[in-house]
């Protein structure tokens, strides 16, 4: 079986800053599953999932334009009075602002009128490459009702001694 459309798939993953930082790794959070082309996972990491088998192992790099298409993030107007006194604000423009919890937020302008301006928000990452490395785990197929999973690891070899001796 081969991971596709409507398949529900657990994988273990690591997701990072092309060459730097771990953003995700399931070495922490335990493996990720999710219905496959529902979008729930970076659309770009979906489409190199495609088509892989049971204990299949894929690394790479996704480009940042293809990790975040700017259309794709979510948008809203912020009115001009919010922004800095004295602040040119212009299509184009990315601004740093913080959060309602205090984290920073980014933006950029993508059309000004009189009284607001159009803002697009961007992720921290925005702009950067990123490395992934991913093994399929399980994949379940709902429609025919067949499941396929990596078997896993023999039990290290003290586990199976006698425990009395």
């Keep these: 079986m081969k991971v596709a459309k409507g398949n529900i798939v657990r994988l273990e993953y690591e997701l990072r800053v092309k060459g730097g930082e771990v953003l995700e790794t399931s070495a922490q959070s335990g493996p990720i599953q999710y219905v496959h082309g529902e979008g729930r996972l970076l659309p770009a990491l979906e489409k190199r999932l495609e088509g892989m088998e049971i204990g299949a192992e894929r690394t790479g790099t996704i480009p940042a334009a293809e990790a975040f298409p ?96």
């Design 70 to 165: 700017e259309e794709s993030l979510p948008a809203r107007d912020i009115p001009l009075d919010e922004f800095p006194k004295g602040e040119k604000i212009e299509v184009g423009r990315v601004f740093q602002a913080k959060g309602p919890t205090g984290q920073p937020v980014m933006f950029k302008v993508i059309a000004v009128d009189k009284a607001k301006a159009h803002v697009r928000f961007l992720p921290p990452v925005f702009g950067k490459d990123l490395d992934f490395r991913v093994k399929v785990l399980v994949i379940d197929d709902p429609q025919s009702h067949k499941r396929e999973a990596v078997a896993p690891p023999p039990p290290p070899a003290d586990a199976l001694a006698d425990p009395e001796k």
